[in-house]
């Protein structure tokens, strides 16, 4: 069960991850600050991409002092279904479900969990069912991932809400989860992605590397541990992943 059920919780974490603050660097342009959830690289023999990700997000910095409550967590389900592999356009597969909880199918076929649902059954230690009505080349399947949820990833005391773009930026998360095949660890400015996947208790970033990046108020740093599994049904290779997720909103300057 997720920390934060009501509707109330929910409008105010949407609210603090699309609220719009002044750049750093002196830009008179806002930055939106956007929650992203990373997903690693699929191979390129995908037919279909479902994840179900369970993440933490720190509340950002400058949030509203709330008795007890540090973080904020929540369930997030996306499923890709594409018309000639990986990368070609999406197709509506008809009624797609995890944990018997309907996803929204947003314009252009991205699959997505109702942003009101934020308990999706999506728990560490436990497996995923999905259920698939099938449609424009899709079968019908349902599916118990074999794999269970990794343990819950956790950014290490040392991971801090501001860094420098003088030198190089390391990431360091607690431990390395029970059943996680690897770690994506993400450095953003709101604009640049840098990510690398390592299954190692920390990674740093160069210095070239965090050059590339803006000042902003509004970065984020992430650390998503995962495992994947593939299955085909009806000629159609599907792969499914199980992911957790720590998140900061951050400064970089």
Same mark, same amino acid.
């Given at each position: ?152 990833? !956790? ?6 809400? %501001? +860094? @420098?773009?003088?030198?190089?930026? /390391? #990431?360091?998360?607690? &431990? ?19 990510? !690398? ?6 990674? %740093? +970033? @160069?210095?070239?590397?965090?050059? /590339? #990046?803006?000042?902003? &108020? ?36």
């Amino acid at each position: 069960m997720k920390t934060l059920r009501s509707k109330f919780w929910i409008v105010l974490f949407g609210a603090m991850l699309t609220f719009t603050a002044c750049d750093s660097s002196g830009d008179d342009e806002p930055d939106q600050v956007t929650q992203t959830n990373p997903t690693p690289d699929i191979p390129s023999d995908a037919d279909a991409v479902l994840a179900a990700i369970e993440v933490i997000a720190a509340l950002p910095p400058g949030t509203p002092n709330i008795p007890g409550v540090s973080d904020i967590s929540f369930d997030v389900a996306n499923a890709n279904f594409y018309s000639s592999g990986l990368g070609s356009s999406l197709v509506n597969v008809g009624t797609v479900s995890l944990n018997t909880k309907q996803l929204q199918n947003l314009s252009g076929n991205t699959y997505i969990t109702n942003p009101q649902d934020v308990d999706s059954g999506i728990n560490s230690g436990q497996k995923n069912t999905w259920a698939v009505a099938g449609a424009n080349g899709f079968a019908a399947f349902n599916h118990t991932t074999t794999k269970v949820m990794p343990q819950q990833v !956790k950014f290490a005391a040392s991971v801090g809400d %501001t +860094f @420098s773009k003088g030198g190089e930026i /390391t #990431l360091t998360v607690q &431990s390395i989860p029970a059943n996680s095949d690897n770690i994506l660890w993400v450095l953003s400015d709101g604009s640049r992605v840098l990510t !690398k996947e390592s299954r190692t208790t920390s990674v %740093t +970033f @160069s210095a070239s590397e965090v050059g /590339t #990046l803006k000042a902003t &108020s509004t970065g984020l740093v992430q650390a998503a541990a995962f495992n994947t599994e593939s299955q085909t049904f009806g000629g159609k290779k599907v792969y499914f992943i199980n992911e957790t997720v720590d998140s900061k909103v951050v400064t970089i300057n």
